[in-house]
Structure formats: structure tokens, C-alpha cells
């Protein structure tokens, strides 16, 4: 019985996350499959030949997305008594039929009539009230029912606000806007619903969701998995450092948390359970794990593109200025998870359940091809994002059709059935993309309706509120923002979390800093609020994430999501140290081996800090060892305020390496010396 509900719950998950919960016809499937088809096409074109205005192309994207979302999600999702057809699983009711219909006419409305509607500019007719009203509606709706509650919820009252501003008491008094300039900056412009972020959603982040949907289709994830296992697996521990790696892996190609653990999670969690994790311990690595996955440059939950856009940056130098952190993070995970099975006396997989090495490799090399060639893209030839993505998947669908004829024919069949099977996949890779897509197109456009009532001057007033009540303190500030980024977070996608809160928070946190003598980056404040807005996903009560991996562990949802929240600390901690140490973002640094530098002393400064959280290195902390790891995590962490502190010139400041490595030297052999010692039989 639990066995069955168990399965039921992880269903539901994997079905929610790809796109829809409703079990639909033979002939309601086709359908939505070519809408869905339709929309990879579309974007794909857009990317290869296509060349339409940014204004047209975005309000199609959002069409699709409420489209298939008023196709896909009923409106209750319990079922109700007397009105059965707005909790329909089995089929599409008329209703939805409907407003699928409306809201594509509404969304499409600014394209149809673009020329119109620019020359009318500001001064919008009852027709544009009428259709912009439509869209605002049908999208906090569409919103509601495949986000939750919270994101239209939260555009709601900032919309209530900027019409009932005058009548606010005067610390939040706000001049107010009429009907005519809400749906003219809202809906008929591109300053709300399609402005910057529903613009990186509809050229960019499509594109990436696509290929990660295509390459788990093909059956990348589990090759990840798979080799991880292959070579980690024998270790300590070796399923959760397993499961750490293959979810850093996946995340470079998936940028969801739940993506990620309904991927990694089903192969890793029951192995970190048969070796003796505690079945909420297995659950919360997973789900720091693959909460993590989104700071995995190249997609980072889609972020990473919004953020050049509005830091006004080069793509690729929001990827150099996440690399650090990321990879210390999951680093620190690493340690977690080693030191976890060091407390717990846990070993390795035995030999004959680990998949070989060579094997796995040569079985799923061809993974890593396209991926190589984004990288390559990317990095060195410094192509966009887009054409980086759309040459990816074209070099993607080559491999597949080579894959699966090679298959067909080594297994004894025909090439027509090798190409049937990659066309297959292909069709699933592209439906899967579509449907993956909806949350973030209506997360984006929806957190547009926040930004555009931001824009029209309540902007300012929120900026002095929470300055005063920071009262100019900038670590105060920073509290503040992160807590708010963390309650908002709980309900919102990690998109429009930092959507939301990069518009609010981002440009304060670089004036109050500037103000108290703190030279913090905008690119570091962006950064800042995004990091808090994915710790949100596994922040109890809600925290999606770990629901979704408890599902699969069978643990306590609650107290899963308290332990990942645990292991998370030290993301949170990464976050406020490189907003007063920019340099772990490589800010203004241009040198490789400064650069490895700064790496290196990251690294063992989050393995001293590690030790501290965890309360075990070799073996248990005594109470007088904590304040040595702290030291040594925060000198290598941030050598140049120490370097100050000790009135060292700055330009010696990388020579804190030396004593920061050498008081973790010395706690290590401290530890090794009891230890030894508690080993050592007595002869007395």
C-alpha cells in the first residue's frame, strides 16, 4: 500500500514538472502535441532564419505558453463535487477550450495590431483596454494554476497599490496611475509583461530548456548518473558524492530543481539509503544537490541570461562571475556528504553494483558532444547564447539518428526502425521542451506585471522604505534581502523570485554599499538575490524541492527540507561573502593563475567551514577547535580584509594563503594525533 502511494506521489511530481497533470485522449494528446511541436519549431526557426520584431515574437511565445497551459491544468486541482469541469483530469472541458482561445488572441493582440497601437501610444483605446485587461487576467489565472498562488498574488497587490497609492498613509503614499497608463505600460509596451525577462525567455532560455529536455529524453541523465557511480561509487560515501556530481551535471542542462532530482533522484537516493543514509539525509543531499544545479553556468534556472540583460553585461561574464561559487558550492556539498558517512560509518558501494567505468563511457561519450560544442560556442568563439543552443540541438538530433540506427542494427533490426526511434525521441524531446517551458514563459511574463508597477515610480518609494528600515546599514540590508528572497522564493519560481527581487533590492544594496564605503558590484547584488531565491526552494514549509525528493526517499517532507536547508547554509554564506569579496566572482580579475588562486584558497576555505557546520573533520570537533576553523575559512575566503585588518599591503594580500592553510593544518593534525591515539590499544 505505501509502495503504491509512494509511486502515486513521484508520478504526480514528474508529471507536474513536465508540463501537466491531465490524462488526455488519443486525439486531445496529438493535439497538444502539435501545439507543443509547433512551438519548438517556432523557436528554433527564430534562431536559424526566422527574422521577426522582439515585440512580435515575445507576445507568440507567451501565446504558446497559455495555450498549452489552459490545455494542460485544470483549474482545481482537487476534484470538486459540483463542478466537476474545472478539476477534469480525463479530458479538456469547453471552458478551457475557451479561455485557451482568448488568451491566445489576447497575448497575440499587441502583434496584430502593433502598428495601431504605436501610434496610439499612451492613449490607448476601449479595444486596448479591453484586450490588455484580458491578458492580465487570463495570465495571473494561467499563473495560479501551474505556479501556485503566490507569484499572481504578489502581482495583484502591487497593482492594488499603484492605483490606491494616494490613498495610502503618507510613508506609503504613492501619486497613483489611472486604468489607461496601467494597461499602457503593462501590456501595451515593453517596460511590464513584455519587457526584458519574457525577452531572454522567449530568445534564449527556450532554447536550453529544449536541449536539456531533448538529452534526457535520449537518456543523458541516467548516462550522468552512471558515471558518477562509476567512478565515485567504491568511495565513502560514494552514492551521495554520486548524486552531488550527476545533479551538478544534469544542472547544466536542466536548470530546475525538480527536473534535476526527478532525473538523478530515482537512481540515487534508494543507493544512499541501501549504504546507510537515513532516509532524510539521502533526501536532503539530493535535494541540496539539485537545488544547486542552478548555479551551474551555462543555464543557471534561466537567470544567468535575465541577469546580463539587465546588468548589461556579455552573457559570458555572468558565467565567469558564477563559476566560483557554483563550483565551491557543490564542493562543499561534496564534504558534506564525505563527512556525513564518516559520522554515520558508512562505506562504498560494493564493485558488483557499480556500473564500469569504460563501459558507461563508451556508451554515452556521445552525450558529452553537444554539450562540448555549446561550451565551445560559448567560451571561445563567443557566439550568443541562442546560436550556441540551436547549432547544440541541431548537432544533438545527428547523434541521436546515428545512435539509434547503430542500436537498431547491432540488436539484429532495420535502419527504418532506428530511424523511427530517433524520431520518436526527437518528438519527445520537443514536446517535453515545450511543456517544460510554460512555468518559466508565464513566471516571466507575470513578474513582468511586478516590474512594470516598479517602473511607473513605486520604484523609488520602496527603495527609501527599505533603506530606512535597513537604517543605512548594509549588512542589515542584506538580511533584510534575504529574507525577503527567501519567504517571496517559497512560493515562486527561482526566476521570478529573482526577477522580483533584483528589481526591489539589487540597485540598494550597490547605493547603501556605495554609501558606507563598500564598492559592491551590480553584477554581485544580481547574484545575491538569486542565490536566495533558489535557497527558497528548499525552505520549509513549502520548499517544492524536497517534497519532491522525499516522495522518492519516503521521509518527512518537513524535516527534509529543515536538513537541505542545513546543508544549504554554506550557499548562503557564499553569497554574503562574495558581495564584500567581488573577487570570488573573478570581478576585474583578468589573470588565469590569480584566478586559480583565488579558487584553490575557496575551496579549502569551504572545506574548513564544512568542518565547523558539520561539527566533525577527522573525527568529532572539540568545542576549542571551532574557532580555528572559522579563522582559516574566513582569511582564505577573504584575504584582503584580514589583509587590512593586520595593516598588510593589499597587493600581499594573496600571501594569507600561508597562515589561513596552516591553521587548518594544524586543527587536521590535531585531530589525526587524538585520533590515532583512541585507536591505539592501551598497554597499561
Known amino acids: 500500500m505505501d509502495s503504491h502511494i509512494k509511486e502515486h506521489t513521484i508520478d504526480e511530481y514528474i508529471k507536474v514538472e513536465s508540463g501537466g497533470i491531465r490524462d488526455l485522449g488519443r486525439f486531445e494528446t496529438i493535439f497538444v502535441a502539435i501545439i507543443a511541436v509547433s512551438w519548438a519549431v517556432f523557436q528554433m526557426a527564430l534562431a536559424g532564419f526566422l527574422v521577426l520584431d522582439s515585440t512580435k515574437t515575445r507576445a507568440i511565445h507567451l501565446a504558446f505558453s497559455m495555450v498549452l497551459l489552459y490545455l494542460l491544468e485544470p483549474c482545481l486541482k482537487k476534484p470538486a463535487k459540483h463542478l466537476g469541469f474545472l478539476s477534469a483530469r480525463d479530458r479538456i472541458p469547453v471552458i478551457d477550450y475557451c479561455l485557451s482561445v482568448i488568451g491566445v488572441l489576447s497575448a497575440l493582440y499587441i502583434a496584430i495590431d502593433y502598428e495601431g497601437i504605436a501610434m496610439r501610444a499612451g492613449i490607448p483605446i476601449m479595444r486596448d483596454l479591453v484586450a490588455g485587461g ?22 495583484l497587490i502591487f497593482t492594488a497599490y499603484a492605483f490606491l497609492g494616494p490613498h495610502m498613509p503618507d510613508v506609503f503614499a504613492f501619486k497613483g496611475v489611472s486604468l489607461r497608463k496601467y494597461i499602457s505600460n503593462i501590456v501595451l509596451s515593453t517596460e511590464g509583461i513584455y519587457g526584458i525577462p519574457l525577452g531572454v525567455s522567449t530568445s534564449i532560455v527556450y532554447l ?37 556530481v550527476s545533479s551538478g551535471a544534469t544542472g547544466l542542462i536542466s536548470g530546475s530543481s525538480i527536473a534535476n532530482i526527478v532525473t538523478t533522484g530515482p537512481f540515487t537516493i534508494p543507493l544512499m539509503k541501501k549504504i546507510g543514509y537515513p532516509a532524510k539525509k539521502a533526501a536532503a543531499i539530493e535535494v541540496a544537490a539539485s537545488t544547486d544545479g542552478q548555479l551551474m553556468p551555462p543555464i543557471m534556472g534561466a537567470a544567468a541570461f535575465i541577469i546580463a540583460e539587465y546588468v548589461n553585461i556579455p552573457y559570458i561574464e555572468v558565467v ?98 532506428g530511424l523511427k526511434n530517433a524520431f520518436q525521441i526527437i518528438l519527445g524531446g520537443l514536446i517535453k521542451g515545450s511543456k517544460n517551458m510554460i512555468p518559466v514563459g508565464l513566471a516571466c511574463a507575470a513578474a513582468g506585471i511586478i516590474v512594470g508597477v516598479v517602473n511607473m515610480g513605486i520604484g523609488g518609494m520602496i527603495s527609501q522604505i527599505v533603506e530606512t528600515l535597513s537604517m543605512g546599514n548594509i549588512f542589515l540590508l542584506l538580511l533584510i534581502t534575504a529574507i525577503a528572497s527567501l519567504l517571496i522564493g517559497m512560493g515562486l519560481p527561482t526566476t521570478a523570485t529573482y526577477i522580483v527581487m533584483a528589481s526591489l533590492t539589487a540597485p540598494i544594496i550597490v547605493h547603501v554599499g556605495a554609501n558606507y564605503g563598500y564598492a559592491i558590484p551590480i553584477i554581485a547584488a544580481h547574484l545575491f538575490c538569486f542565490y536566495f531565491g533558489i535557497l527558497a526552494d528548499d525552505t520549509p514549509p513549502v520548499g517544492l524541492a524536497a517534497y519532491a525528493a522525499s516522495a522518492i526517499a519516503n521521509s518527512d517532507p518537513v524535516a527534509t527540507g529543515i536538513q537541505g536547508f542545513l546543508y544549504d547554509i554554506r550557499t548562503s554564506v557564499i553569497a ?27 575551496l579549502i576555505a569551504m572545506a574548513a567551514f564544512e568542518n565547523f557546520a558539520q561539527g566533525w573533520c577527522l573525527t568529532k570537533n572539540k568545542l576549542y577547535e571551532i574557532p580555528f576553523f572559522l579563522s582559516a575559512s574566513f582569511i582564505l575566503f577573504h584575504p584582503g580584509a584580514v589583509a587590512a585588518f593586520l595593516h598588510v599591503d593589499q597587493s600581499l594580500k594573496y600571501l594569507m594563503v600561508f597562515p589561513g592553510t596552516l591553521i587548518y593544518g594544524m586543527v587536521i593534525l590535531s585531530q589525526r594525533i587524538r585520533q590515532k591515539k583512541r585507536l591505539t590499544p592501551s598497554h597499561g
Open 320 to 417: 565567469k562571475a558564477a563559476a566560483i561559487p557554483a563550483f565551491v558550492s557543490y564542493f562543499g556539498l561534496f564534504c558534506i556528504s564525505h563527512l556525513e558517512a564518516s559520522k554515520l560509518g558508512i562505506k562504498g558501494l560494493p564493485k558488483a553494483d557499480l556500473p564500469v567505468f569504460s563501459h558507461t563511457l563508451k556508451k554515452g561519450i556521445h552525450y558529452l558532444v553537444p554539450i562540448s560544442l555549446l561550451l565551445y560556442e560559448l567560451v571561445v568563439l563567443r557566439h550568443s547564447p541562442e546560436l550556441a543552443a540551436y547549432r547544440a540541438i541541431l548537432l544533438l538530433f545527428v547523434i541521436i539518428f546515428f545512435q539509434e540506427i547503430k542500436n537498431s542494427l547491432l540488436n539484429g533490426g532495420q535502419i527504418t526502425s
Open 134 to 155: 484580458l491578458v492580465v487576467i487570463l495570465l495571473l489565472e494561467a499563473a495560479r494554476r501551474k505556479i501556485g498562488p503566490a507569484l499572481s498574488i504578489i502581482a
Open 576 to 602: 554574503f561573502l562574495f558581495v564584500f569579496n567581488p573577487e570570488l566572482l573573478l570581478f576585474n580579475i583578468n589573470s588565469w593563475s590569480q584566478g586559480f588562486l583565488i579558487f584553490g584558497m575557496a
Open 208 to 244: 536550453f530548456v529544449l536541449l536539456g529536455a531533448i538529452l534526457d529524453k535520449a537518456g543523458a541523465g541516467k548516462f550522468f548518473t552512471d558515471l558518477s557511480l562509476s567512478v565515485l561509487g567504491k568511495y565513502k560515501g560514494g552514492a551521495a558524492k554520486a548524486a552531488v
